[in-house]
C-alpha cells in the first residue's frame, strides 16, 4: 500500500511531506542548540539528522501518519516540523501503545502562534483520519510546550525520566471541547 503525506494550509502555514531538497534545512534546524535545548539537549549531527529525516519518511510509509515539514506560507521556508510517531521509548503500555504527538518550531519563529497553529492543524487531521488517544512527552523545564500540549487538550499522566531527563508524560482521549 502507497501512503503520500496529505498538505495542510493554514492561513500562515504549510504542512508538508519533507522532500529530498528540503535536508539541508531539516539537519540545519536539528544543529541548532535552542532546537535540541529540551529534546535531548545535544545537536544532532548530519548523519543523526539524516536518519531522523528517513525515519520520518518511512513512518508515514508503514504506519499512515508522520511528522510534517512546516513551511510559512509567504516564503516556503521550513520553520519546524509538527506530526505523530510511534516512539517505542519503553514508557509502559499506556503511552508507549498510542501515537506519540511531537512539534518543534525555530526559534525566530517562536512567539507568534505557529507552533500552535502548526500542531492544531496536525492534530485536526489526526482527529478526522485516526481518531482516537494520543500521547505527548515534554521535558519537565519546557514550559511553553507544556501549555501548548495542554492548549490541544493533553492532560498530564505522569512524571518520570527519560534518558536521565526529567519529563511530562502527557494523554489527550480526542479532541477538547470547543465553545
Same mark, same amino acid.
Given at each position: 500500500?502507497?501512503?503520500?503525506?496529505?498538505?495542510?494550509?493554514?492561513?500562515?502555514? =504549510?504542512?508538508?511531506?519533507?522532500?529530498?531538497?528540503?535536508?539541508?534545512?531539516?539537519?540545519?534546524? %536539528?544543529?541548532?542548540?535552542?532546537? $535540541?535545548?529540551?529534546?535531548?539537549?545535544?545537536?544532532?549531527?548530519?548523519?543523526?539528522?539524516?536518519?531522523?529525516?528517513?525515519?520520518?519518511?518511512?513512518? %508515514?510509509?508503514?504506519?499512515?501518519?508522520? !511528522?510534517?515539514?512546516?513551511? !510559512? !506560507?509567504?516564503?516556503?521556508?521550513?520553520?519546524? +516540523?509538527?506530526?505523530?510517531?510511534?516512539?517505542?521509548?519503553?514508557?509502559?503500555?499506556?503511552?508507549?501503545?498510542?501515537?506519540?504527538?511531537?512539534?518543534?518550531?525555530?526559534?525566530?519563529? !517562536?512567539? +507568534?502562534?505557529?507552533?500552535?497553529?502548526?500542531?492544531?492543524?496536525?492534530?485536526? %487531521?489526526?482527529?478526522?483520519?485516526?481518531?482516537?488517544?494520543?500521547?505527548?512527552?515534554?521535558?519537565?523545564?519546557?514550559? $511553553?510546550? +507544556?501549555?501548548?500540549?495542554?492548549?490541544?487538550?493533553?492532560?498530564? =499522566?505522569?512524571?518520570?525520566?527519560?534518558?536521565?531527563?526529567?519529563? $511530562?508524560?502527557?494523554?489527550?482521549?480526542?479532541?477538547?471541547?470547543?465553545?
Amino acid at each position: 500500500m502507497i501512503r503520500s503525506t496529505p498538505t495542510i494550509n493554514t492561513s500562515r502555514l =504549510m504542512l508538508c511531506g519533507m522532500r529530498p531538497e528540503d535536508f539541508n534545512r531539516f539537519a540545519e534546524i %536539528w544543529r541548532n542548540p535552542c532546537i $535540541v535545548r529540551h529534546i535531548g539537549g545535544k545537536p544532532r549531527s548530519r548523519g543523526e539528522a539524516w536518519d531522523s529525516f528517513l525515519r520520518n519518511a518511512g513512518h %508515514w510509509q508503514m504506519a499512515g501518519f508522520g !511528522q510534517w515539514a512546516v513551511l !510559512q !506560507q509567504s516564503n516556503r521556508l521550513m520553520i519546524g +516540523q509538527a506530526g505523530f510517531f510511534y516512539g517505542n521509548r519503553s514508557l509502559g503500555d499506556d503511552f508507549d501503545s498510542f501515537p506519540e504527538a511531537g512539534w518543534i518550531l525555530v526559534p525566530e519563529a !517562536q512567539g +507568534q502562534g505557529l507552533g500552535f497553529e502548526a500542531a492544531q492543524a496536525a492534530h485536526d %487531521w489526526f482527529d478526522r483520519i485516526m481518531p482516537g488517544p494520543l500521547v505527548a512527552m515534554v521535558n519537565s523545564a519546557n514550559s $511553553v510546550s +507544556q501549555k501548548l500540549a495542554q492548549k490541544l487538550g493533553y492532560t498530564v =499522566m505522569r512524571e518520570c525520566k527519560y534518558n536521565d531527563t526529567p519529563v $511530562v508524560l502527557l494523554r489527550r482521549n480526542g479532541p477538547p471541547a470547543r465553545l
